[in-house]
């Protein structure tokens, strides 16, 4: 999308809301068992990141990802959730069994933590590249309508 | 009996503007009334004490105004 008006206030906006976003994204993220939230929330407020990028900077984006590189990525984060899956299976447990692969000394509990952080990772990335390889495919400049 | 009272208020709000965002002929506030309509869902899963839920829906429904209102600059904004 190219921007035709040029907002100081804006822009300005926009640079102060940025890393407050990151930072509440990633407190969601890490806090997501005691709190609400989770990885869902956290991959929409990163995805947020990214779209509020584009709609104020325009073509000129700085925190920016291509539809392509989003596309890959939403792939990936969906494949460490089922690999996290499927490496209890290759370790003889059931799937989605963490405390089967996990090999330090730690209690079960603490497996479940880790294990559900794993996942966890995996749907933020999902969720963040699935939202903004929507908006990519919204907002391309097709070569059929426009 | 107040919760009862404020959550029939915003009950009534949430038909109010679901109505409004199914029959209203412009676009563009046809998906203003659908952003009221994810805030008051909102604020009626907070009454409800499902804050999880409704944190869900805070991030959801922003993401989905702006996917919206991208796809009526595509469209005319005048539904017949």
């Known amino acids: 999308m190219k921007s035709k008006k040029d907002s100081v206030i804006v822009r300005t906006a926009f640079r102060y809301a940025i890393p407050l976003i990151f930072i509440y994204s990633i407190y969601v993220f890490t806090h997501g068992e005691y709190s609400p939230g989770g990885g869902f929330q956290s991959g929409g407020f990163l995805a947020m990141v990214v779209v509020l990028s584009r709609l104020v ?14 596309f890959i990525l939403s792939g990936l984060g969906a494949f460490l959730f089922a690999f ?12 989605l069994e963490y405390d089967a692969w996990i090999p330090f000394d730690i209690s079960m509990r603490s497996k479940h933590e880790w ?6 990772i995996g749907v933020t990335v999902c969720v963040m590249a699935t939202i903004i390889v929507i908006y990519d495919a919204i907002t391309r400049k097709g070569e059929d309508n426009d | 009996m107040f919760i009862l009272s404020l959550m029939v208020f915003f009950l009534v709000l949430i038909i ?17 009334a659908f952003s009221a ?10 009454i409800l004490g499902s804050p999880d839920v409704a944190f869900t ?3 959801i429904g922003v993401v989905s105004a702006i996917f919206f209102i991208f796809a009526i600059k595509k469209l005319d904004r005048w539904c017949e």
Request: glycine share 12%.
């Open chain 1, 115 to 120: 294990g559900i952080l794993v996942i966890e």
């Open chain 2, 57 to 59: 829906e805070a991030a």
């Open chain 2, 37 to 46: 309509f994810s805030f008051l869902a909102v604020v009626l899963y907070l």
């Open chain 2, 16 to 32: 109010i503007t679901g109505i409004a965002a199914l029959e209203i002929q412009d676009l563009l506030g046809a998906v203003i």
């Open chain 1, 84 to 95: 996290a899956g499927w490496l209890a299976i290759f370790f003889g447990g059931k799937f």
């Open chain 1, 57 to 70: 900077e325009g073509d000129q984006a700085k925190v920016n990802m291509t539809g392509d590189q989003a």
